[in-house]
């Protein structure tokens, strides 16, 4: 325990003298987390309309005025001809073109079907997707309305109706922060537990101590020791304040345990820095460490269901995500922060990550070689 508390002092005193190292472990996540939650918004909105008006009715105008005023698009322009609003496509202006026939007002008011024609740039296949989806919506609740209008109320024989109450569970407002935030502070504490572990050894073979440090009765333990427990101490630093930086500036409280979610993390962090210190024992120097380190962070990005269901991969890149452990602490932030999930939910992701943590560990710990 002596060496190990002396071990602890070179590092911290090592850690607190790189001022970037300081800024790159603190700093950086907390802008991030600041700023990644506002430009990585799936929330589409302000699409781009443009209305080919042949009909010029009150139907018509009224059609126009309820797509403007749902809150998911923007005018474009109104155009006399389709020729004109497909130029605005091939410009870029406009995203979708309504083209409202001649005598729209006058078939509905027969009873007689009416047709719109709808283009929509696909260049953006997710926009292309919800804008057709958004304005379907409201198309198909103009129709109601409009049936409504014809519908003669009767005091002796009231139609049936059917009244659907839906609610949301878990995230009542449909908040896009409460999905995204808890991942993307999972992102966050993976780069300090990761990637910091691994620069700081690799660090040590560059400037030749890593020499001294093999020639010393050490124990390979002490060393390994030495340098986990300080990134796994700023882990859970980061991932207090990332805690602290969500309820204040997005409103998220957890619902389940708060010391849940710092046992897993403690567990988490484990794992994360056995993949870092596997990482530096492949590396001779920080560039090198950088880049390895950057190329896994790249697919946990991409196949931890961060930004996408992992539901919907195809085979094979699930039996990745099950390899990764960035996915599985990703879920449990989002099973207890939104769904309120309790230990014994979580017990599978425990195990599988707990898993992880000793094969990166142990297999950290042979590939390094300590010399006498």
Do not use: C
């Not at 001809?81 to 006058?106: H, N, R, T, W």
């Not at 292309?128 to 109601?144: E, H, K, P």
């Not at 390895?292 to 991409?302: A, D, H, P």
């Amino acid at each position: 325990m002596r060496t190990l508390k002396f071990l602890l002092q070179k590092e911290f005193k090592q850690i607190f003298r790189d001022s970037n190292l300081l800024r790159m472990m603190f700093m950086t996540p907390i802008i991030q987390l600041i700023i990644l939650p506002q430009a990585a918004n799936f929330t589409i909105r302000n699409i781009n309309i443009a209305f080919v008006d042949l009909d010029h009715s009150a139907y018509s105008q009224r059609f126009v005025n309820k797509v403007l005023s749902s809150g998911y698009f923007q005018l474009a322009g109104i155009e006399p001809s389709y020729q004109g609003a497909y130029k605005l496509i091939e410009k870029d202006k406009a995203d979708i073109v309504v083209e409202i026939p001649k005598d729209f007002e006058s078939k509905l008011n027969t009873e007689e079907n009416q047709k719109l024609s709808v283009s929509v740039n696909a260049i953006n296949g997710v926009k292309a997707a919800v804008g057709s989806g958004y304005l379907t919506n409201i198309i198909q609740d103009f129709n109601r309305n409009i049936q409504l209008d014809w519908i003669q109320p009767s005091a002796m024989n009231p139609m049936p109706e059917v009244d659907v109450v839906s609610s949301n569970w878990y995230n009542p407002t449909l908040s896009y922060y409460l999905f995204m935030v808890p991942g993307i502070l999972v992102l966050l504490v993976t780069l300090v537990g990761g990637n910091m572990t691994a620069q700081n050894i690799v660090r040590e073979k560059e400037i030749g101590t890593i020499e001294q440090i093999n020639v010393t009765p050490l124990k390979k333990y002490h060393f390994i020791l030495g340098k986990l427990i300080p990134f796994w101490i700023l882990g859970v630093i980061v991932f207090t304040i990332g805690l602290i930086i969500a309820r204040i500036l997005y409103g998220i409280i957890p619902l389940g345990s708060v010391a849940l979610l710092y046992f897993f993390v403690s567990v988490y962090l484990i794992a994360i820095m056995g993949f870092g210190l596997l990482i530096s024992t492949y590396s001779d120097t920080p560039l090198q460490a950088h880049s390895l380190t950057f190329f896994f962070v790249q697919i946990f990005n991409m196949m931890s269901g961060l930004f996408t269901p992992i539901d919907s991969m195809p085979g094979w890149a699930k039996l990745i995500t099950d390899i990764i452990p960035v996915s599985y602490f990703i879920e449990v932030m989002r099973m207890i922060v939104i769904k309120g999930s309790r230990f014994h939910d979580i017990i599978p992701h425990l195990i599988a990550v707990s898993i992880m943590g000793i094969v990166l560990n142990g297999w950290a710990i042979l590939n390094y070689r300590k010399t006498t």
